[in-house]
C-alpha cells in the first residue's frame, strides 16, 4: 500500500510541471478562495486519498497499458505517457485483481500528447467506461477488472468514474463511494441488470415462488418507495441503514446472514426496527453495504423493510397498529415494574416493622412473588418463565388483609 503524503503526491505533479504552483497552493490551501473548479478539486481530492489507500503502480517496470471500455476499441497507453497510475481492489470481494478505485494521470507536457489530447478531449468521454486495464511488463500480463459503482446502469455509464483537465494533464479516476443515499439506491435498483440481481437472488433462497410475482412484488415495493423520496422532511435522519454480515446461525441461513440494522453514526449502536420505520423516514437515510455484493445484500434489506407490506398506506397503518401495540407493552411493563417496585418497599417496611414476630419469615414467604411476578411453564421440559403480572388470586388475598397500610406506606 502507498504511504505517500497528500500534500506530497500533490507537490510531486507540480514539482513535474504537471500543475502549477498555483494549482497546488490553490488546492492545498483549503481555507483560501480557490479558482479551482468543484472537478479539479474532486480529481485533486481523490489523488490524495486513492494515494493514502490504494497501490500505486511503478510505471517504470511496465511496458504497456491496454484500457479497455464498455463499447469501443481498446487504447494502447505507454508508460512514460503516464505520471501516476493507482489502483484500489474492492473491499467487497476477495480479489486482488477486481478494483473499484483507480487514478490514472495523462502527462500532457510532451507536446504531441499536448495536441493529442486538446484536439480529442471532447470526445474521449468513453474514458469514463472502462471495464479492464491490462498492464504488461517483464513478460508478464495482469489483467483488473473494474468494478463500476453499484448506482450505475450497467449498460451506459459508470457514474463512479469521471474526466477531467487540470493545467497539463488529464486526470481519469474512480474514488469509490462506502455509503449511497436510499434515493439514489432505490432509483439504481429499478435498472433491468441492477433489478434482475435482486430477483436472482431472491429466488436462489426461494424457488418454490414464481419468477413473475417475485419481480411483480419488488417492481411494486421500488415504485411506493420512490414515491416517498418526493415528500420531504425537515429533520435530519438520526439513523444510516447498514447491512452488514452477521454469524452464522442455522435458524438464520433464510437470510444468507445478513443483517439489516439501523445504525447510529454518532455512537456506533446497531438497532432493530427498520421494518417499523416508514417509506418517506427510510427514504431520507443513506445505506451502507461494506462486505459482499451490494445487491445481493439490497435484497434483503428491501425484504426486512417489507415484514409490515409493500403498499404504502395498509403498511403505514399495520406499522401504526404495532407500534400502538408495542406501546401498550411498554406501559404494562412499566405499571408492573411500579407494582413491583411499590411492593418491594411496602415488603421491607413491614419486615422493619415486625423484626420480632415469629411469623415474618411466613409472610414474606407468602407475599415476595408479587415483587417479581408469576411464573409458568411456556414450553414442557424448560424452566418456567417469569409472566409480568402478579398473581391476581394472592394480589387479592394480601389487599384484603394489607391494602389500607399498603397504600398509606407506599402512597
Known amino acids: ?129 472502462i471495464t479492464r486495464l491490462e498492464l504488461f511488463g517483464q513478460g508478464k500480463r495482469v489483467n483488473y477488472s473494474v468494478n463500476w459503482s453499484p448506482m450505475s446502469n450497467p449498460v451506459v455509464e459508470n457514474v463512479n468514474q469521471h474526466l477531467t483537465k487540470l493545467d497539463r494533464a488529464v486526470f481519469i479516476y474512480a474514488l469509490p463511494k462506502t455509503k449511497y443515499s436510499m434515493r439514489m439506491a432505490v432509483a439504481a435498483a429499478r435498472y433491468p441488470r441492477n433489478f434482475d440481481q435482486l430477483i436472482a437472488e431472491f429466488h436462489a433462497r426461494n424457488p418454490e415462488r414464481a419468477l413473475p410475482e417475485i419481480r411483480r412484488v419488488f417492481m411494486t415495493q421500488l415504485s411506493e418507495m420512490l414515491k416517498a423520496a418526493t415528500l420531504k422532511r425537515e429533520t435530519k435522519p438520526k439513523f444510516e441503514l447498514l447491512v452488514d454480515k452477521s454469524k452464522a446461525r442455522s435458524d438464520e441461513e433464510f437470510y444468507d446472514n445478513w443483517d439489516p440494522v439501523l445504525f447510529d453514526p454518532r455512537s456506533g449502536e446497531k438497532y432493530a426496527g427498520i421494518n417499523m420505520e416508514s417509506y418517506e423516514s427510510l427514504m431520507a437515510m443513506s445505506v451502507r453495504i461494506p462486505h459482499g455484493p451490494f445487491w ?19 403498511r403505514q397503518k399495520a406499522i401504526d397498529k404495532a407500534e400502538q401495540s408495542l406501546q401498550n407493552q411498554l406501559e404494562e411493563i412499566k405499571h408492573f415494574d411500579d407494582a413491583t417496585n411499590r ?31 408469576r411464573r409458568e411453564p411456556l414450553i414442557a421440559g424448560e424452566p418456567d418463565v417469569v409472566i409480568t403480572e402478579q398473581d391476581p388470586k394472592l394480589l387479592n388475598e394480601f389487599m384484603a388483609n394489607y391494602g389500607a397500610e399498603y397504600y398509606r406506606v407506599t402512597g
Open 1 to 129: 500500500m502507498a504511504d505517500m503524503e497528500p500534500e506530497n503526491v500533490i507537490s510531486e505533479l507540480a514539482g513535474k510541471n504537471l500543475i502549477t504552483a498555483t494549482t497546488a497552493g490553490d488546492y492545498l490551501a483549503k481555507n483560501l478562495q480557490t479558482s479551482l473548479s468543484t472537478g479539479q478539486q474532486a480529481a485533486l481530492q481523490a489523488l490524495t486519498v486513492l494515494s493514502r489507500d490504494g497501490n500505486v503502480v511503478d510505471l517504470s517496470l511496465l511496458i504497456q497499458i491496454k484500457i479497455y471500455f464498455q463499447a469501443g476499441q481498446p487504447v494502447i497507453i505507454q508508460p512514460q505517457q503516464l505520471a501516476k497510475l493507482i489502483l484500489k481492489p474492492d473491499a467487497s470481494t476477495n480479489s486482488a485483481h477486481e478494483i473499484n478505485g483507480f487514478e490514472l494521470i495523462i502527462d500532457l507536457t510532451l507536446k504531441k500528447h499536448q495536441a493529442e489530447f486538446e484536439n480529442n478531449l471532447s470526445q474521449l468521454t468513453h474514458l469514463q467506461n
Open 296 to 314: 445481493q445484500g439490497f435484497t434483503w434489506l428491501l425484504w426486512e423493510i417489507s415484514w409490515f407490506g409493500i403498499l404504502t398506506e395498509p
Open 343 to 373: 411492593m418491594k418497599r411496602f415488603i421491607d417496611w413491614y419486615v422493619k416493622q415486625h423484626i420480632s414476630d415469629p411469623n415474618l419469615p411466613d409472610f414474606v414467604a407468602k407475599y415476595w412473588p408479587l415483587t417479581t411476578g
